[in-house]
């Protein structure tokens, strides 16, 4: 680890040779030959501001020595491969400190319906053209389309199920909403799962009626697509590991070299017994099964394990409320438009009640398993942070790194409650480029929606944010990411609370070395120093160097996990 006196005095310029060897030892010539050196780079090892080397070496998946090129090189031996930096940017690998790997997987073989800039979806006649050439290309079964977003269609409005009824009438239709947290079925599907003409609500969802109050209009929210969703067609092992190594490629392609599973169903788990049998992963995927469903195996299950074959189960996940750009977060105040058939006192809906939260929280304490809780909305937050403190109140020891995952509008007197209780905000960052026009003007309204990931305020108040993507809600996309979190410009071009901001280091901290510490991973991942695990992206330009409105230019250029590369030319 780097000195802080020494930082301060070299500010941004590269170590000198003899800092290097005051932190990393001597380097006798007689020392270890590392297996790779990477040399004449800008090295931004993510150990403090102002830590910069120009050169790596690795032996073994692991760091061997951080420091200048002409130091490392003698650690050349016969058969150690030296790759020139030529002045290219290295920095930990990425981390994903929130998304569903799995459901990216299942999704690349679906209709792509997304907006610009991800897909080329715009209005209600090009969702219709996307399904009938899915409906062509795929002849039997149900028709799925998934990245649909209301809010970017030129309608500004969900399809119905009489539109979906025009690509098939015969067929059973489902289009998942952007958000993962809405859905929208034609008339044949709702048939299928027992929706068409619905008694009640199930618990924690909702089935939105026609006019006529009785029959389903198509669109549904939260829990209802956990029970639609189970009447899809379960695709092979051999189709779910063969779509696994595609969404494993694309998070290489942006430089992640651990992975999430946010939300893991049971269904899941003979991909990942499979993968972990077959050596099918090449990056580390932390699995969190949803903690409300059933899971026959779950005591079973190695929590708090290292890796085996890159595979680890992280903890447990909790959905507390629903998506603020689907307008079913759980809020303390009302939603400036409220959907279709809401009164002007809608605020969204809570997806658990207290008792049970409690319950499952305490449980997870008991059992020394992580807790994932997802919040969108305050009023959801608040009940995370009420249920946290009945169950610390009744332990001698308090829960450790609760993750707030989202954590959109923690107000500012919930974060500094949240500091005390050790909940630790993951931020979806990049909401304030895709949704931030949507936010401000029909989701939450101007206040909050300047107030959205409020990361400056997190990172003053003491809390060590991460910020994700929530692949495949939106791309995987770490530099696009890293931008939204240091410029806050919605897609308009408006900067949603410019005082909201953090600098580019911080934006790199939440994707690397904050990140691994809120996974426990810290001991291995998150900073390049010796003897963690050699993963690394390299970048084209130094995102520290470049002005902060051209971070989203900045490109990958290759990844690296544990010493191999698995995506890209160093």
């Avoid at 092979?236 to 494993?248: E, M």
């Avoid at 995370?384 to 954590?407: C, N, W, Y």
């Avoid at 490109?555 to 191999?564: F, L, Q």
């Amino acid at each position: 680890m780097f000195k802080s006196a020494l930082c301060r005095r070299l500010g941004a310029r590269a170590l000198t040779a003899a800092a290097m060897l005051s932190v990393a030892g001597p380097l006798a010539a007689a020392g270890p030959a590392a297996d790779t050196l990477y040399v004449n780079g800008t090295v931004i090892p993510m150990t403090g501001a102002g830590d910069v080397a120009q050169a790596v070496a690795v032996k073994d998946g692991r760091i061997l020595r951080v420091g200048s090129s002409a130091d490392l090189l003698r650690l050349r031996g016969k058969a150690t491969r030296v790759v020139d930096l030529g002045g290219k940017t290295m920095l930990p690998g990425f981390i994903d400190a929130h998304g569903h790997i799995s459901m990216l997987a299942q999704f690349v073989d679906f209709a792509q319906l997304m907006p610009p800039p991800v897909g080329t979806v715009g209005d209600m006649s090009g969702l219709l053209a996307a399904l009938r050439k899915q409906a062509a290309d795929k002849p039997d079964g149900w028709i799925v389309g998934v990245g649909y977003d209301d809010a970017e269609l030129a309608e500004k409005r969900h399809p119905t199920r009489q539109e979906l009824d025009t690509v098939s009438a015969d067929r059973p239709i489902m289009l998942l909403h952007v958000s993962g947290h809405l859905a929208t079925l034609n008339t044949k599907a709702l048939e299928l799962v027992g929706m068409l003409h619905p008694d009640a609500d199930p618990q924690g969802g909702v089935i939105r009626r026609e006019a006529d109050g009785k029959t389903a209009s198509g669109v549904i929210e939260e829990k209802a697509i956990f029970l639609a969703a189970a009447k899809l067609p379960q695709p092979t092992i051999d189709t779910q590991l063969a779509r696994l190594d595609k969404a494993q490629h694309i998070y290489a392609a942006n430089g992640l070299t651990t992975a999430q599973d946010g939300a893991s169903t049971p269904d899941m788990l003979p991909m990942w017994r499979e993968a972990e049998k077959r050596g099918s992963l090449f990056i580390d995927v932390d699995v969190v099964p949803a903690f409300w469903m059933p899971w026959p195996e779950r005591d079973t299950l190695p929590f708090n394990a290292p890796y085996d074959r890159h595979l680890r189960f992280a903890g447990v996940k909790l959905i507390l409320d629903g998506s603020p750009q689907g307008r079913t977060a759980w809020l303390t105040k009302p939603v400036p438009v409220p959907p279709a058939g809401r009164d002007a006192h809608y605020h969204g809906y809570p997806q658990i009640t207290d008792e049970v939260l409690r319950a499952k929280l305490k449980e997870a304490a008991d059992k020394g398993w992580q807790v994932f809780a997802h919040v969108n909305g305050d009023a959801a937050i608040q009940q995370l942070i009420d249920a946290v403190a009945a169950v610390d109140a009744g332990r001698t020891s308090p829960m450790a790194r609760t993750i707030a995952i989202h954590a959109q509008t923690a107000r500012t007197d919930q974060l500094a409650v949240m500091r005390r209780l050790d909940i630790q905000p993951s931020f979806f960052a990049s909401h304030t480029y895709y949704w931030g026009d949507w936010h401000r003007e029909v989701a939450l309204g101007p206040e909050r929606a300047d107030r959205i990931s409020p990361q400056r305020e997190a990172i003053d108040v003491g809390l060590r944010p991460s910020i994700h993507n929530d692949a495949p809600v939106v791309p995987p996309d770490m530099i696009r990411l890293i931008w939204s979190a240091v410029t806050r410009r919605t897609r308009s071009g408006d900067i949603l609370g410019p005082g909201e901001r953090v600098t580019p280091y911080e934006a790199l901290m939440e994707v690397t070395s904050n990140a691994a510490w809120q996974l426990h991973e810290e001991a291995e991942k998150g900073v390049i120093a010796p003897g963690k695990l050699a993963d690394l992206v390299i970048l084209d330009s130094n995102p520290l160097a470049v002005p902060r409105e051209a971070l989203d230019r900045v490109r990958v250029v290759a990844t690296i996990k544990e010493g191999r590369t698995i995506f890209g030319t160093p």
